[in-house]
């Protein structure tokens, strides 16, 4: 079983930045490539980005390229989100996730645990 608690969430100004952080108990994380989802409004539950249990690869969507960047520390199970250059686009509920698989497309069927989720607000 694993657990994943969001945090850094709240409200920004369009260009601004935040740092979501990912905390995940369990003692198997490096079994895990981890990744974040987002879900707008009366949006389905989209994929960001996403890295392996590693940190040598990470893919993102490309909506987020060149803004956002994942990262973990194994040695403290945690993950994280770096968002910068952010557009009201960007407002959402952003979930963390975990994967035993890094390969192939990430959606949210396909997750093996999900956090509660953190809300991003960005203001124009």
């Known amino acids: 079983q694993v657990q994943l608690v969001e945090s850094g969430g709240g409200l920004v100004q369009a260009g601004g930045s935040l740092r979501l952080s990912c905390a995940a108990s369990t003692r198997t994380f490096r079994n895990y490539a981890m990744g974040w989802f987002r879900q707008a409004p009366g949006k389905e539950r989209e994929f960001v980005a996403a890295?392996?249990?590693?940190?040598?690869?990470?893919k993102y969507t490309d909506s987020v390229k060149g803004r956002f960047t994942i990262s973990r520390d194994n040695a403290n199970n945690m993950v994280y989100l770096q968002m910068n250059s952010l557009k009201p686009e960007d407002t959402a509920v952003y979930y963390c996730?975990?994967?035993?698989?890094?390969?192939?497309?990430?959606?949210?069927?396909?997750?093996?645990?999900w956090g509660k989720g953190t809300l991003v607000t960005v203001s124009s």
């Open positions: 890295i392996t249990w590693s940190g040598s690869s990470t």
């Open positions: 996730a975990a994967n035993s698989i890094f390969s192939g497309d990430w959606y949210a069927g396909g997750m093996d645990y």
